[in-house]
């Protein structure tokens, strides 16, 4: 069965430093997502892109943030300048259609020291 | 700011017992409504969908939908210690151009207990 399938499974990095976070997508899905959730608290919608545009953004999603869909497979968030706070697992998910389920995969544990 | 609210739990049930989740929303003009299951450290699993007021059910899970008050529900039957997880609900909302998005409520931890 398709999966969505997130690299790495676990980021460390150092305040400050740029961390690209890595996902593929069902093959034939249209829409994609990413959204986060921190330790103990909700999983927060961060950002929607589609025909290789956002089309949705939530408060959270600043300039320090960023997405691409660099080929047909990959789509990417790039943070620029961690901080302490963008701790958290991050989710990437698809869908084919703008009404189907979304489907999660399985994370990037992102830890900034 | 549209909202999903559920009770944290634990909710802790015996097992073989019916587990009974609850959520409510804010957007009266939602219409898309999810149920997944976190294990911890995990990535949320879809469990079932509604659409329609009324009952849903797939194998041990049943979902329930009433609009009008705002309401869904997730009831689990022959509870498994395997069910137990974080259920979290979820509703789609529309932004501009059809566009939508996921908004999840807190979940709601349940322990199944042999």
């Known amino acids: 069965e398709p999966e969505v399938t997130q690299t790495p499974s676990h980021q460390v990095t150092q305040m400050g430093q740029e961390v690209i976070l890595r996902c593929v997508p069902i093959?034939?899905?249209?829409?994609f997502y990413w959204y986060r959730q921190i330790l103990g608290q909700k999983v927060e919608f961060l950002v929607s892109?589609?025909?290789?545009?956002?089309?949705?953004k939530s408060e959270i999603f600043d300039d320090q943030f960023s997405v691409e869909r660099p080929d047909g497979s990959n789509f990417t968030l790039k943070i620029r300048s961690t901080k302490l706070e963008d701790s958290a697992m991050y989710f990437c998910?698809?869908?084919?259609?703008?009404?189907?389920?979304?489907?999660f995969g399985p994370g990037t544990r992102l830890t900034v020291l | 700011q549209k909202e999903v609210e559920q009770n944290s739990g634990p909710l802790s049930v015996p097992e073989g017992a019916i587990a009974s989740l609850n959520c409510t929303y804010s957007d009266r003009g939602s219409q898309s409504f999810f149920w997944y299951r976190q294990y911890s450290g995990k990535s949320p699993e879809l469990i079932m969908s509604i659409y329609s007021n009324g009952d849903k059910e797939d194998g041990r899970f049943t979902a329930q939908l009433n609009k009008a008050s705002q309401y869904v529900s997730l009831l689990i039957r022959d509870s498994q210690p395997s069910d137990s997880a974080t259920y979290l609900c979820a509703v789609i909302l529309f932004f501009s151009g059809g566009y939508n998005k996921l908004i999840f409520g807190a979940g709601t931890r349940l322990a199944v207990h042999p």
């Open positions: 998910a698809s869908k084919l259609g703008l009404t189907d389920t979304q489907y």
């Open positions: 093959s034939n899905h249209l829409y």
């Open positions: 892109f589609y025909n290789n545009e956002i089309s949705e």
